[in-house]
C-alpha cells in the first residue's frame, strides 16, 4: 500500500489541517496511489473539513497572474467598481463595496442587518460566474478599457482551470466515500459556480481596539460543496479547531487551501464537517513591527457548487444506519436563499 500523501509540514497550531499532495491523484504512479490519495483528502474532511492542496494542476504562474490583475481591479476609481455593483442573489455577480456583505452564521435578515451595522466586514469583492448565461451577466471592466479586456479574457481562463479541479476533488471524494469515482461528474459539469476576488484595505490598527467583534470577514460556513481558497502570504484565515478555538490556516507557498461547505455536509448526511472560518486582522510577521495600520490581504475565492438544477437528498450509503439529517433540497435554490440573507 502506498504511504498516505500527507505532509507534516503545517505549524503546530493548526496542525489538524492535513497538507496532501495532489499530484498522486491526478498521475497515479502506482495501481493504488490514486486510492490513497482520496482516502485522504475525504478523511482530511471528516474531521478538519478543510485541507491544504499541493501540485494540484493549477500553475504558480497563473495563480500569481489572477493575483495581480486583482489587485488592478481593486485600484480602479470608485465609480468604475460601482458601476459594476452586485445585482441580485439569483445572478451573484458583480462589485460588492466594503460594508454591504456582512458574512455569519445568522440567516434571518433583520439579525444580518443588525450585526451589519454594528461590526461591517471590512472587505470589497468581485464576484464572477458562468461568463454563458444571458439572463445574469457577469459585471466586467472591459467597457472602460483593453486592461479590462484582458482581466476578463485571463479571468474566464482562470474559471474553467478551477472548474476542473472543482470535478477531480469531487472524484477523489467519490472513490475516498466507496462511490464509483465519475458518482459526482453529473453534478459537476454545468459550472454553476463563483470565483469571489477580494480585497480586505489597509485599515487602522485602533479599529480593532475600539469596535468588540470586529473582524475583517465574520465567522460563518460556506454554502456550497467545496470551495477552493489562494491566498496572499499575509495571513489572517482562522479555521475552528475540534476544541473550539479558532487557530491561524497560514498561508503555504504553492498551496490551495480546500474546506468543504454547507450543501456537502448536507449531501453527504455530516459524513464531511463544514467547518466554521473567518478572517482576522494577519499576525505580525517575523522581525515585523507593530505599526498604525494593517496592511491589505488579497485572496482569490472559487466556490464549487452542485449544479442548479439538481436536486441535492442524502447520498447513499451515509443515511442506513441512523436516518437522513436533512431533507432534500434544489441546489439553486437552496444558495439563493443563502445568499438573499447575506446581502
Not at 469515482?181 to 477580494?198: I, K, P, Q, S, V
Not at 454547507?262 to 467547518?275: E, F, G, I
Request: glycine share 8%; aromatic share 10%; net charge negative.
Amino acid at each position: 500500500m502506498d504511504p498516505a500523501p500527507v505532509d507534516s509540514a503545517v505549524e503546530p497550531a493548526n496542525s489538524f489541517i492535513p497538507l496532501i499532495d495532489f499530484s498522486p491523484f491526478l498521475n497515479p504512479p502506482t495501481p493504488t496511489a490514486k486510492q490513497v490519495t482520496a482516502h485522504a483528502l475525504l478523511t482530511g474532511f471528516r474531521t478538519a473539513g478543510f485541507i491544504y492542496l499541493r501540485n494540484a494542476g493549477i500553475s504558480p504562474q497563473t495563480i500569481s497572474r489572477v493575483f495581480d490583475l486583482s489587485a488592478s481591479f481593486f485600484r480602479r476609481p470608485q465609480d468604475q467598481k460601482d458601476a459594476l455593483a452586485w445585482y441580485s442573489p439569483e445572478a451573484n455577480r458583480g462589485y460588492t463595496a466594503q460594508g454591504r456583505e456582512k458574512v455569519t452564521e445568522l440567516t434571518e435578515r433583520g439579525e444580518v442587518e443588525k450585526l451589519r451595522e454594528e461590526v461591517p466586514d471590512l472587505k470589497e469583492s468581485l464576484e464572477i460566474g458562468r461568463d454563458d448565461e444571458v439572463e445574469y451577466p457577469n459585471c466586467w471592466p472591459d467597457r472602460f478599457d483593453d486592461e479590462g479586456k484582458v482581466f476578463r479574457r485571463v479571468m474566464n481562463e482562470f474559471f474553467e482551470e478551477c472548474k476542473g479541479l472543482h470535478g477531480q476533488i469531487m472524484r477523489a471524494v467519490a472513490l475516498g466515500m466507496g462511490l464509483e469515482e465519475e458518482w459526482f461528474d453529473g453534478y459537476t459539469d454545468g459550472g454553476d459556480n463563483t470565483l469571489r476576488l477580494l480585497h480586505y484595505p489597509e485599515v487602522e490598527r485602533r479599529v480593532f481596539q475600539e469596535r468588540k467583534g470586529q473582524v475583517r470577514a465574520g465567522a460563518h460556513t460556506d454554502y456550497g460543496s467545496i470551495t477552493l481558497l489562494f491566498q496572499d502570504d499575509r495571513g489572517g484565515l482562522q479555521v475552528q479547531s475540534p476544541d473550539g478555538t479558532f487557530v491561524d490556516a497560514t498561508p503555504i507557498l504553492d498551496t490551495i487551501v480546500i474546506n468543504a461547505g454547507d450543501l456537502l455536509a448536507r449531501w453527504s448526511n455530516d459524513l464531511v464537517k463544514s467547518t466554521k472560518h473567518r478572517v482576522v486582522e494577519p499576525p505580525l510577521k517575523p522581525g515585523e513591527e507593530v505599526g498604525k495600520k494593517y496592511p491589505a490581504r488579497y485572496s482569490v475565492a472559487y466556490f464549487c457548487n452542485p449544479n442548479f438544477n439538481k436536486w441535492i437528498d442524502a447520498i447513499p450509503g451515509t443515511f442506513e444506519e441512523e436516518g437522513k439529517k436533512y431533507p432534500g433540497v434544489n441546489s439553486g435554490e437552496y444558495l439563493v436563499q443563502r445568499l438573499a440573507a447575506t446581502y
